[in-house]
């Protein structure tokens, strides 16, 4: 652990709050707050390169010297690229003659992927590498990206592997548990007496519904019938009304 200054410290937490709040795109901060001056961080293998489908670890190492100096880049996930060393070592101009006090953490992340999307052979710290990309393109990727499948490749999501298992009602209560994602028992949100009661429960509804049509229907043929004799009663006073004109006629 390097002594860092109270202004230094709090410049680093300044930057690292706001890496939190507006993330580089494939970019994930996993710092240590009991040491400021080792700041880690994961990247996604950019899409289109031999490092896609990978997650790789890296962590900026800053001395007593910073800003003065510049911090110092690892890869501590195995990678195969020109300006990689095998032990991790990153040779970005950035991190050496570029440098400028003023540059942040931000920066220096993002010049770090840009470097997983163009390799700079002509300052290879793999020479290797940087040999099988100026040569053969095609070869470098092909193992770049055998190196990403065998150290990078991520691991199964929590939330496929912690999938419940369904388990079959034994018809006791007590029985009727199952995992929760966290892997304690809980209960199931219905039991074998509950499902009964539910079905009794529809059966009541079912029949107060058949009950309350017949009520319905009942009482709208009383209203055609009330209506129909209603009907009658004035058609007879209109034919009364019309044969006592017709008597005084006469």
């Not at 999501?157 to 009727?176: E, F, H, R, V, Y």
Request: with cysteine; proline share 7%; aromatic share 6%.
């Amino acid at each position: 652990m390097s002594f860092l200054t109270p202004k230094v410290v709090q410049r680093l937490s300044k930057e690292i709050a706001d890496l939190h709040k507006n993330p580089i795109e494939g970019i994930t901060l996993s710092q240590n707050l009991d040491d400021l001056s080792e700041i880690q961080a994961t990247i996604t293998g950019p899409t289109g390169t031999p490092y896609e489908g990978g997650l790789f670890t890296i962590k900026l190492v800053l001395s007593e010297e910073f800003p003065a100096k510049p911090p110092k880049g690892y890869f501590t996930t195995k990678i195969f690229h020109p300006n990689v060393a095998r032990e991790g070592d990153i040779c970005v101009n950035t991190l050496k003659r570029d440098w400028v006090s003023s540059l942040g953490l931000r920066h220096v992340f993002l010049v770090i992927r840009c470097l997983m999307i163009e390799p700079n052979p002509d300052s290879a710290l793999n020479a290797d590498a940087g040999r099988l990309i100026q040569d053969n393109f095609e070869a470098f990727s092909e193992k770049a990206r055998m190196f990403t499948s065998i150290h990078a490749r991520p691991a199964p999501s929590p939330a496929n592997t912690l999938c419940p298992t369904p388990q079959k009602s034994s018809g006791s209560q007590a029985d009727n548990k199952t995992l929760s994602p966290t892997g304690s028992p809980s209960e199931v949100l219905f039991t074998t007496e509950d499902s009964s009661k539910e079905n009794i429960n529809v059966n009541n509804l079912a029949s107060a519904s058949t009950q309350s049509v017949k009520k319905t229907t009942t009482g709208l043929k009383a209203s055609a019938l009330l209506t129909k004799k209603s009907a009658v009663t004035k058609v007879n006073a209109k034919n009364d009304a019309a044969k006592k004109k017709a008597l005084n006629r006469l």
